[in-house]
């Protein structure tokens, strides 16, 4: 990664140099005034690695600890295709629709368990590999330029709309990568049959041809914020947005096959929340005509819970509800695209 952004520095340099050197010319470097009406096309990737997180406090029933369960989903090398539109709608205000999607055919589920006698430290620890999953995504914005850069040099936008993130992983097999004394020994008869005691180190692993945990975690989210593209010479200009996410709803679905159905329902445990977030863009457009651009750049996204409810839900049609004490979603990499302008 440091090679490549240090690759990407001297290529922008070098550009520089060859249209003329690093100083910055007076003159406008392009025509900038917008059309009555405009419309601009893209097509690119995201080539991102992923990670969501969630666990739940059900200390209320000894020895079970605090959090009692945390499961941490980590994918990598997830290149996801998108398309863009944005239309102008006279001289200042704009609509915008971002739409993407990838399989999700890498990665690591590592789930822990806690007692109380190991004072927050694992009691249990196992691994399954992810795979046969997805991410899906939408972005609608409306916005308006604000701001016109002096010689046409670009401009400051600002926008609000509407964000939906959904992610679901698959997990396969089951590795015991830890076994506390406590959670080899402890009996948990009255909480769980199926897991007493929790674990027992050196378990036979489970195959990685058996789907052991599903999940889905979606978010909803208002966002707003904005965005600039500031142009260094004709054919050559950097850009970058900011959103904030002040609002956003979760919903969050866990299926542990191989407990359904003689222990739990599908799903077996269900969540629901409110949080914030954020989204970042950085990078560079190169003009190779004036209708057609290339770009890259690099791309974060972060969701963070608030306030959450866990449910399990029991085969025999009981519930239990505890309180979130986690839930959250980054994904970030690199982006690449292609942009028609007509």
Known sequence: MKQLIAWLRCAVVLMMVVSGGLTWPSRAVAEDPLPAKRVELGVGTWISVGDSRWSHNASVISPLGKPTSRLTYDDHS???VEFTGKVWLGPRWFGRLNIGGASIRGGRLTDDDFLTPDGGNPSSRTHSDIGGS??????????????????GRGRLEGAVGFQYWRQKHEAYGVRQQSCSTAGSTIDLDSIDPAFNPLCASGATPISNDVLVVSNTMTWYSLRTGLQTEYRITEWLSLQGSGILKPINIFTNEDTHHLRVPSEFQDPSMTMLGVGFGADADIGARVYITKALSAQVGYRVWWN????????????????????????????????????YTF
């Open 78 to 80: 997830t290149n996801i």
């Open 134 to 151: 997805g991410i899906w995504y939408l972005n609608a914005d409306v916005g308006a330029r604000l701001v016109d850069f002096p010689n």
């Open 304 to 339: 963070r819970m608030i306030y959450g409810t866990w449910t399990s839900h029991l085969a025999d049609g009981r519930s239990a509800t505890f309180p979130l004490m986690e839930m959250e979603s980054l994904r970030h990499g690199l982006t690449a695209g292609i942009n």
